[in-house]
């Protein structure tokens, strides 16, 4: 059993308006169940979600964090935009994003964009998965995946890791409920994250600086579906999430 | 660019004193610069680190959590034993354990263990990676890596990850800081958790149940350093991990 990693070589730099899928298909042989893993920066250049800080108003709230914070009112303002709520303000600024994702100031770049200008996520990455992965499938004929990717940090250590932020016909969790172990005991560990740890996989060769390649190809797992699927699957509720409920209450006792 | 992930296949069910090198070199070809993903489970068994619950004295904190656990006070003191603190006692127990790495339950496992017996963790992950480094790059003239894994649950998101729990001769973290994006700035993301990436991703194949696959080799990164490694490099400290603090926080409030 094994699993090979491709990075597509030769990709170009990517401006708004280009089609990812017609630039991956061009660059490489797609096959049935190959998993496309995308860097969220690209799919971001490409649908154009890049913006400034002019003309933002910043909220009295914004204003209010600005004050423990390195960032400005306005960036701030950015990152409240796109959040449903903030759980830690700083000296980091933690916050749910509108679709569940939670991380740091809401997936905003500044890193491998031209000038004073921000890289927001793909609107919908979800939808922009399906978007790239349908246009591969018609335009090869095979049946694959999508995930889009960005780095995240992590509780507890160190570094951050490749994670999804979009998947394509890819339950992110696979479920090990129910079945048994080597001594016919139920398993303990019963949901494995299988796209973060491709999303992980793939970031071994997407590399951070220059020359970095933003499309990786992981091909040998068969975890293509069918279904519909989404990252949201694997978000939890705030209801269910001790450390986010913590952070929630020591926020609202401050 | 790319690398690949193979199963070593046909490993037998591992038994106290069984010698771990050299079934993996009796059933791989090893190249320098391979990358030996061991699960823990394995290690531990080898290093005989079973125990039972019988004649544990559970102390008045283990009683006392007891009363909010689906845990027996027995086992709570297990994993109080091999902590230095708890995080969150109920209704899950997350510990930071002696050598840092903070994990539920101590990473003690029920499943894949015969009988009422309970495996542990390897009393030094980093030390039995070296171990079983040494003797594979003595038997075979290639330089190698080891990563020992475990898997992680992790905050917000549901589902587990396979992660690092020991290495040798790779470092942890790959550190990008100083170095430029595409467009000359500095890159904003600094250190890449590669062994975790890499654990994940052997995770991928390794499975959980019924004819796992145990040993996991990563073939085509460039990693390896001379450096004497540890895991211990992505612990953060108490002081610098706001989500550590803000649970402690709680915990001494409550």
Sequence with gaps: ?????????????IKKGDDIAQIICERSDILDDDIIVIASTIVGKAEGMTF???GIVPSAKAIEISKNSKFSPNFIQAVLDRSNDCLISSPILL???KNGHTCINAGIDESNVEGAVFLELPEDPD?????????????????ISVIITDTNGRA????????????????????????????????????????DEIAGAANLLMGEGNGGYPIVIVRGLKLRSDDDTSVK??????????????????????
Tied chains: 1, 2.
Excluded at 127 to 143: D, F, V
Excluded at 233 to 254: C, G, H, N, T, V
Aim: without cysteine.
């Design 127 to 143: 939808m922009s998965a399906e978007s790239i992965g349908k246009k591969i499938e018609i335009a090869t004929g095979m049946r």
């Design 156 to 195: 507890f250590k160190i570094g951050q890791t490749g994670v999804a932020v979009g998947v394509y016909r890819l339950h992110p969790l696979k479920d090990w409920r129910g079945q048994k172990d080597l001594f016919g005991k139920e398993l303990k560990i019963t949901e494995e994250s299988v796209a």
């Design 1 to 13: 059993m094994k699993f090979e990693a491709i990075a597509v070589e030769n990709i170009p730099l």
């Design 52 to 54: 400034t800080l002019e």
């Design 95 to 97: 916050v749910e994003m």
């Design 233 to 254: 699957e694997m978000y939890r509720s705030d209801r269910e999430d001790l450390i986010k409920k913590s952070l929630k209450y020591l926020r609202d006792k401050a």
